[in-house]
């Protein structure tokens, strides 16, 4: 089993910058990427970020990229999100997820290309 703990979120001004982590604790010696979603009230939990674990590799979504940044510290099974230039629409819930499949390629910007998920923490930019 594998336990995925999101800390850093809080409430910023629009413009700011707040930094995400999620630490992996448990099964973590498979791992093929780790991603960021997120999810506004009332909405479906879309795709933020992901990188890959072995080589990597970024993909973002087009709403962030610019301003986010995922990087990753595979000593301490760590994954990081720098969100720079916030906005009042990226407040949400953000969730940190694993994928422990092996990394064949493709985006993985899908929900289900994860398989463990973090509880969650809210990020909130005010106007």
């Known amino acids: 089993q594998v336990q995925l703990v999101e800390s850093g979120g809080g409430l910023v001004q629009a413009g700011g910058s707040l930094r995400l982590s999620c630490a992996a604790s448990?099964?973590?010696?498979?791992?093929?990427?780790m991603g960021w979603f997120r999810q506004a009230p009332g909405k479906e939990r879309n795709f933020v970020a992901r990188?890959?674990?072995?080589?990597?590799?970024?993909y973002y979504a087009d709403s962030v990229k610019g301003r986010f940044i995922i990087s990753r510290d595979i000593t301490k099974n760590t994954v990081y999100l720098q969100m720079n230039s916030l906005k009042p629409e990226d407040t949400a819930v953000y969730y940190c997820?694993?994928?422990?499949?092996?990394?064949?390629?493709?985006?993985?910007?899908?929900?289900?290309?994860?398989?463990?998920w973090g509880q969650g923490t809210q990020v909130t930019v005010s106007s």
């Open positions: 997820a694993r994928r422990s499949r092996i990394y064949t390629g493709g985006n993985l910007n899908a929900n289900a290309d994860y398989d463990y």
């Open positions: 448990g099964r973590t010696f498979s791992t093929g990427a």
């Open positions: 990188i890959t674990w072995s080589a990597g590799t970024t």
